[in-house]
């Protein structure tokens, strides 16, 4: 799954513009005396590097540049290590510290939330060296089947402090969630292939930050990729859903029991050896004469070799209903389900929208969703001739 990083966007320094700078970075580096340090700008896809300047032998330096909202930054020193800090329009931010081994000893002075930034990397810090150290033990740990309470051990303790990572992430942003640190904590990662943040899991997390971040600073860039990546992990989560669905068995598909237009009820289960198009639809909406000639067509052409259509219709009004069906002459199974649009049969198929249909194998199986027209008869075919 897609991990955002920050963003923002890269407004030119005042060097080359002209505008008056609202954001000052100072720093005074122990043992740094004539090195140079970068000042980057954190982005979605990169990190851009937008000046630089050499450190006075008494190891300082300044930054001056110009922005409306908090942006992220991100200094890199001459031996590679960085120290992020987090930067709001009239700040004067001042870091402090020893060059070797500074994304350790730094302090930063001038923003509370520059802080907040300091203390989750320090926490992260903690757990990559935890986590180093148990990797490195059990590496260590001899082959065999009496070194396995051993191992389990270590495996346990290398869980907990996961456990303890994610634990603290969670508690950080309840606590800080109108800080724009609460979004630097969501995409932090233990290595670069393992997030403290699970999308799915955490996603009241996600939320939480998105709305803070949505009523704070609108019109951030930081807050647009964020709501972005709150719908990819709503759209996530339902296709997880989806596919506990498609992964169920014939006893544990969601049941549908509704009546036709004679009053009779008439259960999915009841078809058997029949590959079924479960189709949710409105009959009384504008696109529904379309929709009914193109099912009418997929039925002609495939009733013959075993094809159902299972209709379930979310109209309101029953009468119109009933003459719907008639006037449009369907002759597959088409049933009403009398709560309409707030039909649990469709909330339990995870129907999100109509129109929607589901295919069902034989076997009573998912095999297909919102397929429409010639993919619908392609599907269809191809099932057909398994």
């Known amino acids: 799954m897609k991990i955002l990083l920050l963003t923002t966007v890269l407004i030119p320094l005042l060097v080359s513009c002209g505008r008056e700078t609202n954001i000052i970075i100072t720093g005074e580096i122990k043992e740094a005396g004539k090195t140079r340090v970068y000042l980057e700008r954190i982005e979605v896809n990169e990190t851009r590097t937008v000046d630089s300047t050499r450190i006075d032998p008494r190891g300082r330096f300044s930054f001056a540049v110009h922005d409306t909202l908090p942006v992220f930054y991100a200094l890199r020193f001459s031996n590679n290590e960085r120290v992020t800090v987090v930067a709001s329009p009239g700040d004067t931010l001042s870091v402090s510290g020893t060059l070797e081994g500074i994304h350790d000893n730094y302090w930063v002075d001038g923003s509370e939330d520059a802080l907040w930034i300091k203390l989750l990397d320090f926490q992260m810090n903690r757990t990559v060296t935890t986590i180093d150290s148990l990797k490195r033990s059990h590496d260590s740990i001899p082959a065999g089947e009496g070194f396995n309470d051993q191992r389990a051990r270590i495996e346990k303790a290398f869980r907990e402090a996961l456990e303890k990572q994610v634990n603290f992430t969670r508690e950080f942003i309840l606590a800080h969630a109108i800080s724009p640190a609460a979004y630097y904590a969501l995409y932090q990662r ?12 955490d996603y009241q997390s996600f939320k939480i930050v998105a709305s803070s971040m949505n009523a704070l600073y609108p019109g951030s860039p930081y807050t647009v990729a964020l709501m972005n990546h709150l719908k990819e992990i709503a759209k996530t989560i339902r296709d997880r859903q989806l596919l506990d669905l498609i992964n169920s068995t014939e006893g544990s598909l969601p049941a549908v029991r509704l009546p036709d237009v004679k009053g009779n009820l008439v259960s999915l289960s009841e078809l058997k050896n029949k590959l079924i198009i479960l189709d949710f639809n409105l009959l009384g909406a504008r696109e529904s004469l379309e929709r009914v000639r193109e099912m009418q067509r997929v039925y002609d052409k495939f009733r013959a070799r075993g094809v159902e259509i299972y209709q379930v219709c979310l109209d309101g009004n029953r009468l119109l209903w009933e003459e719907l069906v008639e006037r449009l002459g369907i002759k597959w199974i088409c049933t009403r389900d009398e709560n309409a649009l707030q039909s649990r049969t469709a909330a339990a198929w995870n129907v999100k929208e109509i129109p929607a249909n589901y295919i069902i194998s034989r076997q009573k199986e998912i095999v297909g969703k919102n397929l429409y027209g010639s993919r619908l008869e392609e599907r269809l075919a191809e099932l057909l001739d398994q």
């Open 190 to 201: 233990i290595t670069p292939d393992l997030a403290v943040m699970d999308e799915v899991a």
